[in-house]
């Protein structure tokens, strides 16, 4: 197939064309940069519709977020991503019919559900509500964009939708280059889970899962890609520190993070996802059980490198 990606020069992006391209898939990918073969700026609509005019696509895949170098400490630091789940969705669809594409694939992620105390059940895509309405401003800012991108996907007449609603990322290229050099200079504080938990995946893993979307999703579904055991965030954090030798997260109390109100929320949230269903109609299954054994893969892996 050919398939155009928005987001195909971020961390995850690079990891799903080399996934697609692999199974001999035609990837173009949609951006501002140099590496990009379709060049627009995504939340220029004119822009996309000329970049595209000419070209035809069968599928139509968006990743694109503004993360990459942010620490995830303040509501600003989601303030493009929001945008691009909104703007951005819509410009990706209007692309699609212009291109001839018969399906779109979007990125999401387990905040969807919403922030707060969920309790120890995980999650079901077909049970649970999926972007309900939140107090607090911000977070419903956050929230009610990736309610807004998979509403804009589900309901855009002649194109098939599916949702990939990713846990929270880990992995090479996430834990060494962010988590692990704050640990390493004492820069990352965790709150005491005190029997929170949050979904994890390997960002390896969440790539072949939004290949295999690509190719045999099923039609106006969404799917939770996690791994089969919940962590708390502060016990995720100690196992990277276990994993690669650094030193252990200081543990402070949750009111010390209220100016970094972002990570605060994320440290007092407590949601667990089930990913049976990714399973069952994707083929996915996550390489390692929990991230715990996943880091220890990773550090492993990097230590052989290094010899």
Do not use: C
């Not at 940069?33 to 996309?48: C, K, Y």
């Not at 951005?88 to 291109?99: F, M, S, V």
């Not at 964009?145 to 996430?174: C, D, H, I, N, Q």
């Amino acid at each position: 197939m050919k398939v155009l990606m928005a987001g195909a020069s971020g961390l995850l992006g690079r990891k799903v064309v080399r996934e697609l391209r692999a199974a001999g898939h035609e990837v173009h990918g949609l951006g501002r940069g140099e590496g990009s073969e379709v060049r627009a700026d995504l939340l220029d609509r004119e822009a996309v519709l000329r970049a595209v005019d000419g070209h035809s696509f069968d599928v139509v895949v968006h990743a694109a977020t503004a993360l990459q170098g942010k620490k995830m400490m303040r509501h600003q630091d989601m303030a493009g991503t929001d945008v691009l789940r909104t703007e951005g969705t819509a410009n990706l669809i209007a692309a699609a019919r212009e291109t001839g594409a018969r399906r779109i694939v979007v990125e999401s992620m387990m905040f969807g559900y919403g922030y707060g105390n969920h309790g120890d059940r995980p999650l079901s895509e077909d049970r649970d509500a999926f972007g309900p309405v939140q107090s607090d401003v911000w977070l419903e800012r956050h929230v009610g964009a990736m309610r807004a991108k998979e509403a804009l996907a589900f309901g855009a007449e002649g194109l098939e939708a599916v949702s990939l609603r990713f846990g929270m990322f880990y992995g090479k290229g996430v834990t060494e280059t962010t988590v692990l050099p704050m640990l390493r200079k004492r820069a990352l504080p965790v709150v005491a889970d005190q029997g929170r938990a949050l979904s994890w995946v390997d960002v390896d893993d969440a790539a072949r899962a939004l290949a295999a979307a690509v190719e045999r999703g099923r039609a106006g579904q969404a799917y939770n890609v996690v791994d089969d055991t919940p962590l708390g965030f502060a016990g995720h954090v100690r196992a990277v520190a276990a994993a690669f030798g650094a030193p252990a997260p200081r543990t402070v109390p949750l009111w010390l993070l209220r100016p970094a109100p972002l990570a605060h929320t994320i440290m007092s949230t407590n949601l667990r996802l089930a990913n049976d269903k990714a399973r069952a109609e994707l083929g996915w299954t996550p390489t390692h059980a929990d991230s715990a054994d996943g880091l220890a893969s990773l550090a492993a892996g990097v230590s052989r490198l290094a010899a």
